[in-house]
């Protein structure tokens, strides 16, 4: 999978990562983890190479 997760609380929050574990698995973790919960799925998509998908995306953004 890769990911967007938005909080609710806080729209300028964002995370964009990649799990191989289901989505719900990985929102329960991230509303554990950070400091700040509510998070939700803004876009999921499952695809080959996630981590590849993932480092490509970030890359893109770093030249906006």
């Known amino acids: 999978w890769v990911y967007c997760i938005v909080n609710f609380r806080d729209r300028e929050r964002v995370k964009i990562g990649m799990t191989t574990r289901t ?5 329960k973790e991230a509303n554990g983890t950070f ?9 999921a998509k499952f695809v080959r190479c996630p981590y590849e998908k993932e480092q490509t995306i970030h890359t893109i953004l770093s030249e906006h």
Not at 23 to 27: A, S, Y
Not at 35 to 43: L, W
């Open 35 to 43: 400091t700040v919960d509510g998070f939700y799925i803004a876009i």
């Open 23 to 27: 989505m719900e698995c990985r929102l």
